[in-house]
C-alpha cells in the first residue's frame, strides 16, 4: 500500500479502488456482495432503474430475512449462542443458541399465524428490551409480515398516530418497561392509543414480564404465554419473498418534524447489512457484538438484530443504563462476554466519561478489538478520551433511518485509513455522495461547505419509499437541492481535500449571522473543547440586526465552581474567547447559559429546534420523543436568568 497524504482520493488507495468500482459498476459491485446471503431462488436483474427515484434491487430473487439470520446458521453453528440477554433492570439474563432462536421464533411465528397474521400484514412492535422483541421481529419476517417497532415508552398520541399510519392486523406489547429502576406500565398507553386510533387491530399480543399490573381492558386481548405451550413444538416455514417485498416499516426519530415511515425491502438490506459487517464492522461468524441502542431505532434493527445475526455473530441485548448499578457495567459485560465488537452512540460516552475511570481500567477488554459510534456528531474532546482511554480504534460512522447502514466511515474491512478527528471518515462502497451548493446546487470545493446528497440509485439496504406515500418520498427526499434530481440528507458539511467529510448540523439548524453561513456544530465543537464543558447545544436565534445570532447552552463539568456571578461571568468571557479564536468574532453567541440538562431525544439527539424556539419566544410544539421534558424548563430558565 502507498502512503500518501490524500488517502481518501489517492487513486491508488484500496478503498478509492473499491469505491469507484461500486459507484461506476453497481451492477456487478452488487451482484458480487450478493453471494453473501441465501437466494432460495436466483434473482433476474440486480438493479431496476425504470422508475427513478426509486431504485429497485435483485429483482425477481427470492430470500427471507428469518432464514439468513437464523436457519441458515443451524447446519453450522446450531450450539453457538445467537442471543445474550441481559437485564440490569430486572436481573435477568438469558442465553440462547441459534437452535434455541430457531425454536423461540418459530413459536412465535406459529402464534402470530395462529392469531391471523399473514403476509403483507402489519405487525406493531410496541415491546421493552426483551428477547421477545427479537423473536416478535424474527417471526414477522419469517411469516413475510411487515414489522413496525415503536420506541417503548412513546406516549399514546403517538403510538396512535403509528397505528394509524401502518394499520397493523396486530399490535405486540408487554405489560411494562423498565428504565433506571422505574416501571412504566405499557398497557395503559396501548389502551390510550387504541382508543385515540381510528385504525383497530384484530389483537393485542401481550407478553406478561409480572412487572406491572394487567390493565389492558381491550378485549382483543391474547396472553403470548399459554399461545407459546400451545404452539411449543410448531415448525413454520419460511415464507420466500420476492427481494422488493417490503420487510419492515420504521418511523425516523422525530428530530425535526411528523416522522416518516421509512419502508424498507427484503433482498437489498439483507445484503447491504451483510457487506457492512465484513467492510466496515469487521464481524465474523462467532464473534460477539454488543450494541447498546433500542430495537425501536433503526441502529437497533439493523446491528442488534440483523447484521449480527446474518452475520453468525452472537449479539448482546442489553436493558439497563449505563450507569447502573455503576459505570463499570458496560465494560464489565464486554469481560464477562469476550464481546469483541461495540456500537453505541457518543451521548453513551460522555455519560462513561464522567464516570470513575478505574471502573473502565478495572474490566479486562483484551477480548474489544473496535468501538463504533453513530448517531449524532462525535466531538473531539470524547473521541480523544475515549480512543486513549480504550487504546482501541473508535470508528465514527455516519447515517440515517433511511439509509439504514452508514453513508460515512472508515471502512476498516478495506483500508484502515487513518482516522481524523470530528470527521466519520470517507464516503462508503454504494453511496455517490457528494456536497452541494443548498442554492445553485452545484458540486462544493473542498473546503466549501454545503448539503450532503446521494445520486440515484441509493445503493442496496436504503429505503424504498415513505411507507403509502411515493410522493411523500420524491417530494421530501428528492425535491430540494436546484437543477438535480438527488437525494438529500437534509445535514449539511464539509469535506476535506482528502475526501474526508464533516457533519456541521441539519440544514435547518445553519445559522446565517449578517450574511455568514455557520452551523452550529463547528461552534458547539469550539466550546466543547473547553475544560469546564461537558455538554453544548448551540442554536441561530433571530436577532433584529445580523438577521440571526448563535446561542451557547451548556452543563458544566463541575457547575458548583461558577455559581457565584462574578466566576460565571469569567467563564462566560473565556468561552465566547474560545469562539473568537478558533471561528472568528462573527460565529461568538451573543450569550451563553447554563444549564444542567440539555433537552434531547430518547435516541439522545439534541433538539435543537426547540431550543431555538424558546430562546425566541415561540411554543416548541409538540416533542414526542423528548427524553426529559424537565428539560424544557431549564432552557426557560436559564433564558430568564
Ligand atoms: P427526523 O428525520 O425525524 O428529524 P432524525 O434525523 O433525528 O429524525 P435518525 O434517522 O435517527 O432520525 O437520525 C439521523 C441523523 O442523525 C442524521 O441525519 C444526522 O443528522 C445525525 N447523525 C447520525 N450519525 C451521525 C454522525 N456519526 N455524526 C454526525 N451526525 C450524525
Ligand atoms: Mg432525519
Known amino acids: 500500500m502507498t502512503s500518501s497524504s490524500n488517502p ?55 430470500t427471507n430475512l428469518c432464514h439468513n439470520a437464523v436457519d441458515r446458521h443451524l447446519a453450522e453453528r446450531p450450539q453457538q449462542n445467537a442471543l445474550v440477554y441481559v437485564s440490569t433492570e430486572t436481573g ?45 421481529v424474527l417471526a414477522c419476517a419469517r411469516l413475510g409480515a411487515i414489522h413496525s417497532v415503536v420506541f417503548g415508552g412513546f406516549a399514546a398520541p403517538n403510538l396512535a398516530a403509528r397505528i394509524d399510519d401502518a394499520k397493523p392486523v396486530l399490535v405486540v406489547t408487554a405489560d411494562a418497561g423498565a428504565r433506571a429502576g422505574k416501571v412504566i406500565d405499557y398497557t395503559p398507553l396501548v389502551d390510550e392509543a387504541l382508543a385515540r386510533s381510528k385504525h383497530q387491530p384484530a389483537r393485542v399480543l401481550l407478553i406478561d414480564r409480572n412487572l406491572a399490573p394487567e390493565r389492558l381492558s381491550a378485549p382483543y386481548l391474547v396472553a ?55 467492510y466496515i464492522y469487521e464481524g465474523r ?43 463499570g457495567i458496560w465494560w464489565r459485560l464486554v469481560e464477562q462476554h469476550r464481546i469483541n465488537l461495540m456500537f453505541t452512540a457518543p451521548t453513551a ?44 480504534p473508535v470508528v465514527d460512522n455516519y447515517w440515517q433511518t433511511e439509509t439504514g447502514w452508514p453513508m460515512l466511515a472508515i471502512q476498516r474491512g478495506i483500508e484502515a485509513l487513518p482516522p481524523k478527528l470530528g470527521s466519520p ?35 442496496p439496504g436504503c429505503m424504498q419509499t415513505v411507507w403509502g406515500d411515493d410522493e411523500r418520498f420524491v417530494k421530501t427526499y428528492w425535491s430540494s437541492v436546484p437543477g438535480v434530481q438527488v437525494y438529500s440528507t437534509f445535514d449539511w458539511g464539509v469535506q476535506d481535500e482528502d475526501g474526508y467529510v464533516t457533519i456541521l448540523g441539519r440544514t435547518d439548524d445553519v445559522i446565517n449571522v449578517a450574511g455568514h453561513r455557520l452551523g452550529t ?13 461537558a455538554e453544548v447545544a ?88 423528548i427524553e426529559d421534558p424537565s428539560a424544557l424548563q431549564q432552557v426557560r430558565a436559564a433564558l430568564e436568568e
Open 8 to 62: 481518501g482520493h489517492n487513486p491508488q488507495s484500496r478503498y478509492a479502488d473499491f469505491h469507484r468500482r461500486s459507484i461506476g459498476d453497481p451492477e456487478g459491485f452488487w451482484r458480487d456482495e450478493a453471494r453473501r446471503i441465501h437466494w432460495e431462488t436466483p434473482f433476474d436483474t440486480v438493479l431496476d432503474r425504470s422508475r427513478p427515484p426509486f431504485a429497485r434491487w435483485f429483482t425477481g430473487g427470492r
Open 92 to 136: 435477568i439474563e438469558r442465553r440462547y443458541t441459534y437452535a434455541d432462536l430457531h425454536a423461540e421464533v418459530n413459536r412465535m411465528a406459529a402464534v402470530m399465524r395462529s392469531l391471523g397474521v399473514k403476509r403483507g400484514d402489519r405487525v406493531l412492535i410496541y415491546l421493552p428490551m426483551i428477547p421477545e422483541a427479537v423473536f416478535a
Open 224 to 278: 403470548y404465554e399459554p399461545l407459546r405451550e400451545q404452539f411449543f413444538d410448531a415448525h413454520v416455514p419460511c415464507e420466500w419473498l420476492e427481494s422488493n417485498e417490503p420487510s419492515y416499516v420504521l418511523y425516523t426519530s422525530g428530530t425535526t418534524g411528523r416522522p416518516k415511515g421509512v419502508q424498507r425491502d427484503v433482498g437489498g438490506y439483507a445484503v447491504a447489512l451483510a457487506a457492512s459487517m465484513a
Open 285 to 327: 461468524a462467532g464473534d460477539t457484538m454488543f450494541t447498546a441502542s433500542d430495537i425501536g431505532w433503526v441502529v437497533g434493527h439493523s446491528y442488534i438484530i440483523y447484521a449480527p445475526l446474518i452475520a453468525g455473530l452472537t449479539t448482546v441485548m442489553y436493558e439497563g443504563t449505563p450507569v447502573r448499578p455503576d459505570g
Open 349 to 392: 460516552i460522555r455519560v462513561l466519561k464522567k464516570q470513575d475511570p478505574a471502573l473502565m481500567r478495572a474490566a479486562d477488554l483484551s477480548s474489544l478489538r473496535t468501538l463504533f459510534l453513530a448517531g449524532e456528531p462525535l466531538d473531539e474532546p470524547t473521541a480523544e478520551w475515549v480512543g486513549s482511554a480504550l487504546g482501541k
Open 425 to 459: 471518515g470517507v464516503p462508503v462502497y454504494g453511496y455517490d455522495l457528494t456536497l452541494r451548493n443548498e442554492l445553485t446546487g452545484e458540486p462544493c470545493a473542498p473546503g466549501e461547505k454545503g448539503v450532503i446528497t446521494l445520486a440515484y440509485p441509493l445503493p
Open 521 to 533: 456544530r463547528e461552534i458547539e465543537e469550539a466550546l466543547s473543547g473547553h475544560a469546564a464543558v
Open 538 to 625: 448551540v442554536v441561530g436565534v433571530t436577532d433584529a440586526i445580523k438577521g440571526q445570532v448563535a446561542r451557547a447552552f451548556v452543563v458544566l463539568r463541575e457547575a458548583d465552581r461558577y455559581a457565584d456571578p462574578a466566576s460565571r461571568a469569567k467563564l462566560e468571557q473565556e468561552l465566547t474567547a474560545t469562539v473568537d479564536r478558533q471561528l472568528g468574532a462573527i460565529a461568538r453567541p451573543a450569550r451563553v447559559h447554563v444549564v444542567s440538562l440539555l433537552p434531547k431525544t430518547r435516541s439522545g439527539k439534541l433538539l435543537r429546534r426547540a431550543i431555538a424556539a424558546l430562546a425566541e419566544g415561540r411554543d416548541p410544539g409538540d416533542l414526542p420523543t
